[in-house]
């Protein structure tokens, strides 16, 4: 039996040779780039610590992964997928290596969000139905390193445009790649066993193509087709009654709104447990 990891590397080797159809295309401004100098790799988060490194003025962090990232995978109740358009640097990265630190700056805008809401799903009690307040899951030192936090806590982001590009991505150059890319998305979705609850990074639009990756209802496009609203959230809660999954609806992880904002969906979560017991079980 292949792991996790084992499975994301076979995915991403026949990926990479797919992606060469950027280079007949004038809409991407990667198309002169060899692929996988650009192409992201993501997933299932490593767990462990993270380890500072210095030279000179230059100060890095990496992870020091302990293995223990599948074996939380399946004990978690609730199993997190975070959905995104793509990595902003244009450069390789691993996602599932990352830290949230660059020298000795935090990322608050995105990974402050990012973080506090995963904080808030990994500690969630279902016997009781109770989320930690939201004191407690933006104070860093609970998110970041602490015991409950993001390097001890199973998390799985997906960027659905595997090449890096710059600050922005548009709907437009996003759809194009989940269309050409589609059969590699839905194949890395299947590698993470028992996900149920999936969060649309990309909202304060009508329209946007993550959405309809989700919800297509017009043929097999979309994975969750019967997918409804949670009516009291306001938007922010949607299940899909066939598949029992939760997609929680979120702004941009760097949109400039407060982690207060980015925390909203959480008593609307509460509610939705309360008034669908049993619904994840």
Not at 170 to 186: A, G
Not at 208 to 237: A, M, Q, V
Request: glycine letters at 6%.
């Amino acid at each position: 039996m292949c792991t996790i990891r084992e499975q994301e590397e076979k995915l991403f080797a026949e990926w990479i040779k797919h992606e060469e159809w950027i280079h007949r295309e004038d809409w991407t401004d990667m198309s002169d780039c060899p692929v996988e100098d650009f192409f992201c790799r993501d997933g299932l988060h490593f767990t462990g610590e993270p380890e500072r490194h210095q030279e000179g003025d230059s100060v890095w962090w990496t992870m020091k992964g302990d293995g223990k990232q599948e074996e939380l995978w399946k004990k978690a109740f609730i199993k997190p997928v975070f959905l995104c358009k793509d990595h902003n640097g244009y450069e390789t990265v691993d996602v599932r290596e990352e830290t949230g630190y660059s020298g000795d700056l935090f990322y608050s805008r995105f990974y402050k969000k990012y973080l506090v809401l995963l904080y808030a799903l990994a500690n969630y009690n279902q016997q009781t139905n109770v989320f930690p307040s939201f004191e407690e899951a933006s104070h860093i030192d609970n998110f970041w390193q602490g015991e409950k936090g993001f390097f001890h806590t199973p998390v799985v982001r997906i960027n659905l445009k595997k090449i890096s590009g710059g600050s922005s991505c548009s709907n437009r150059v996003l759809e194009k790649y989940i269309i050409n890319d589609k059969p590699f998305i839905d194949q890395q979705r299947e590698i993470y066993k028992g996900a149920n609850v999936f969060v649309c990074c990309h909202g304060g639009e009508n329209w946007n193509p993550i959405w309809d990756l989700l919800t297509w209802k017009e043929s097999d496009y979309g994975w969750f087709p019967d997918l409804k609203p949670y009516e009291p959230s306001r938007g922010y809660i949607w299940y899909s009654p066939s598949k029992k999954v939760i997609v929680i609806w979120e702004y941009h992880m760097s949109d400039r709104v407060s982690s207060w904002e980015y925390y909203q969906a959480i008593p609307y979560l509460k509610e939705f447990f309360e008034a669908h017991k049993g619904f994840l079980e």
